[in-house]
């Protein structure tokens, strides 16, 4: 069955087919953060939703060459660097304002990979800087300007709209909407309020390269247009990011892109859905504002990436603390499969006499969850899958059926399998306890049943629960249960 993707520039779910089917080769680009400050759990989101599509398409036999660009140029980072050098706390203090431009990307550059990394998202194969690339972005904006589709004015270039047929495809808008709907500046170096800017006159103090339009930096959307086709070449597969990029910044990438190479620029476009906190846009002025290392250090990278598949990657998820312990609950149905089976038969991987031995059910299963991926990569349906493959598991165990042992083996590498597809470890936790720490804790509960603890020792018996440990109370005595 072939991959279906929805493409948010035709508007429709169609078959997926790369620009090179015989090669199977998928150049996929995406748009990457602005470094100016801690990473929130809406990049956590689409970083993730990126990640598992290139995982599943690679896992389908695609070949992927994947380019994620970080802006590490921008007014934001700017004005930060500003608040920075005024305040008396900051270790940038009195700094020059360039320097602490640079000071504030590279710091954030780097917690940005340490919280990729700590929710497991696998690196691109190129992430290029917007700075590294100035020369590049100058050489596509004097293209623009030779072929008329773009103008200097007092030191800044903007890019001609209105000479753009094909302008608003992707958002669905005409140029009328565009006017009355947008928040758009209306500037006195501008020919009209629709036109962007490409390169922007350098402003005091400010971050600066030479051009042949005098010093200045480039404009936000002409970073992607720029590094995308430098990597992937003038017309790729797969361009994506966030639904809040639709317009302005991926409209304007089509129209800049297409007017200097000439060619057409994506084939699909992928928008993933924005996250909300509580049902409103999280930000730091309405006090909701979660950092993916406040959520880490509550809860595993399994359990959010689990929060995550249970949305379909095009729709707004909304985000609570309660919702975290529900998905908690859940993703302990995994760990406590596992671990029950290695009391029960010991650690799967020693099992290789008729490792062959496969399960209907389960292969059934597997299918099942590669059509819901195949159908425009529903993670909904995907891991309801998964789920059913822990209940199939379970019965095996409790009927224990002939080579059920083989069977579990089966079951459970195929679990792991697509759930490593899905950006799921299911870390064994079994090691975690010991045989003295389990015994220590019946006895531990015993007495607080004698005191009358009774929650307390419910709770005990609970934690034993979820790393496989079945206790039973009977004639006053506390003891182990190994399951039949």
Known sequence: MAIKIYNTLTRELSEFTPLAPDTKEVKMYVCGVTVYDECHLGHARSAFIFDFIRRYLKYRGYKVKFVKNITDVDDKIINKAREEIADAKSPLYGLDLNDAVREVAARYTKSFYEDMDSIGIERPD????????????????????????????????????????????????????????????????????????????AKENEPKWDSPWGPGR????????????????DRFDIHGGGRDLIFPHHENEIAQSECATGTPFANYWIHNGL???????????????????????????????????????????????????????????FTTLFNKINREIGPIDTITAGAGTSNADIVKLRQQLETAMDDNFNTPSAIGALFEMVSLSNKILEKKPQNYRFMLKYSLNTIKELGAILGLVFTDTSADITDTEIKRLIEKRQELRKEGKFSEADKIREDLKKKGIMIEDGKGATYLKRRD
């Open 126 to 201: 190129i992430e290029p800087k917007a700075t590294e690339h100035i020369k590049d972005m100058i050489k596509t904006i004097s293209v623009l300007i030779e072929k008329g589709h773009a103008y200097v004015s007092g030191g800044d270039v903007y890019f001609d709209v209105r000479k753009f047929k094909g302008y608003g495809r992707l958002s669905n808008q005409d140029l009328d909407q565009m006017l009355e709907g947008a928040r758009i500046e209306v500037g006195g170096k501008k020919k009209d309020a629709l036109d962007f800017a490409l390169w922007k006159a």
């Open 218 to 233: 480039p404009g936000w959307h002409i970073e992607c247009s720029v590094m995308s086709t430098k990597y992937l070449g």
């Open 275 to 333: 996250l909300t906190i509580n049902g409103e846009k999280m930000a730091k002025s309405l006090g909701n504002y979660v950092s993916i290392k406040d959520v880490l250090s509550r809860y595993s990278a399994d359990i959010l990436k689990l929060f995550f598949l249970s949305a379909h990657y095009s729709h707004p998820v909304d985000f609570s603390w309660e919702k975290m312990e529900a998905t908690k609950s859940a993703y302990e149905r």
